[in-house]
């Protein structure tokens, strides 16, 4: 009978051995490109933030700024002795926020332009009221252009969140604008009143510019804060802001009600209007700050997300490389066994001990005498003859 030869195993390729190996390498690929985009997003989100949180910084201290200014303009037109000390405190601590942080937005022409006029004006007041008027009139546009850059430039304008972004355009806009206008309305209701009879009618309609000017970004912080406590999610937003803007919704409606004219000449009670304006600029002041506080505690809210994120993303790409990790090693211990298998099957045979008994060698199909069985005889000694005497 012929018994079959058994089957030689085959032996893998190089190409199949590097095969699970190269796919594990090739899985990184697709986790490295979901990590990369994840963190390219969240850091350009991140920046923003941080970014626009510098910008509320810049604002904060251009607030005491423009009080200080429309203060000392209101002093001037009206005759009343100016003191400096609110605005050189006002000028000195947004002068240190610009230092620190004027290089990365772009402020630093901007404000060393505002700084020169203000400093000029401080130093050598315009005698005369109506030159007072134009040369204040001049750095509080400087003033408000400052603002329109610190927004640009920290990214305010372009927040993408609704609450933030009414917060930002009204603490950053439509506010200073309002009480810019508001102290122009009553300044210029003062000089009016000492201009000639023939400069009544273009006064009358400088007047009503002014008027419209001052009122109208009023009305638009109103709104703009309105729809910011309507859209966010914040609690907090909307008991915060509602009480100081409802002050100053108040002080606004009397503002307007004092400067509009009466009477057949359309004069307007001096007195009572500039009242307003104070009071107007007061509810400004407890109102701004407010606002500033909350747009700040919504953008840190938004980078503690962020960093959230991130942190996510981090653990996933580390969890994600530790399992291929894993798999390589687990693939290359298999590999190493069926190596070590392979080689104890190619390996010859050991040699046969001495005292073993081994199938004589030859042909398969001669025929061999039976062994003996049982253990082997010693050879017996030859026996004597009949005839081995006489030889």
Avoid: C
Wanted: aromatic share 4%; proline share 8%; charged share 25%.
């Amino acid at each position: 009978m012929t018994v079959p030869a058994p089957r030689a195993r085959r032996r893998p390729s190089p190409a199949g051995r590097l095969l699970p190996m190269l796919l594990v390498l090739t899985l990184l690929a697709p986790l490295a490109v979901l990590f990369g985009q994840s963190w390219r997003s969240t850091d350009g989100d991140r920046r923003l933030v941080v970014t626009e949180r510098l910008g509320v910084e810049y604002l904060r201290a251009l607030a005491p700024v423009t009080d200080a200014l429309v203060d000392a303009q209101t002093a001037t037109v009206t005759g009343r002795p100016v003191s400096g000390d609110a605005l050189t405190r006002a000028v000195g601590t947004a002068a240190a926020v610009d230092a620190r942080i004027g290089d990365e937005l772009r402020s630093r022409e901007r404000w060393a332009g505002l700084r020169a006029k203000i400093e000029a004006l401080r130093d050598r007041r315009p005698a005369d009221p109506e030159a007072a008027y134009a040369a204040y009139g001049e750095v509080t546009d400087l003033l408000l252009a400052l603002h329109r850059k610190v927004r640009e430039t920290s990214g305010l304008v372009r927040d993408p969140a609704s609450d933030s972004f009414f917060l930002q355009a009204g603490v950053g806009e439509k506010l200073p604008e309002a009480i810019v206008a508001a102290g122009r309305l009553a300044d210029l209701t003062v000089l009016a009143a000492r201009r000639p009879a023939d400069r009544q009618a273009p006064t009358v309609a400088e007047l009503a510019a002014v008027r419209v000017a001052a009122l109208a970004p009023a009305g638009a912080l109103v709104a703009d804060l309105r729809a910011a406590v309507d859209s966010s999610e914040s609690t907090d937003l909307g008991a915060n802001v509602l009480t100081p803007l409802d002050i100053y919704q108040r002080s606004v409606e009397a503002l307007a009600a004092y400067s509009t004219p009466t009477g057949a000449t359309g004069a307007v009670d001096g007195p009572r209007l500039a009242a307003a304006r104070s009071a107007a600029q007061a509810a400004a002041g407890q109102l701004q700050p407010v606002i500033l506080d909350e747009l700040d505690a919504l953008l840190a809210d938004r980078l503690d997300a962020l960093d959230h994120d991130r942190r996510l993303a981090v653990a996933a790409a580390a969890a994600g490389v530790v399992l291929l990790v894993v798999l390589a090693l687990a693939l290359l211990a298999a590999y190493r066994r069926a190596a070590d298998a392979r080689r104890a099957t190619d390996r010859p045979a050991a040699p046969p001990a001495a005292d073993g008994w081994q199938p004589p060698a030859g042909r398969p199909d001669e025929v061999r005498p039976f062994q003996p069985a049982g253990p082997a005889r010693e050879p017996q000694p030859a026996q004597w003859g009949p005839f081995d005497a006489a030889r």
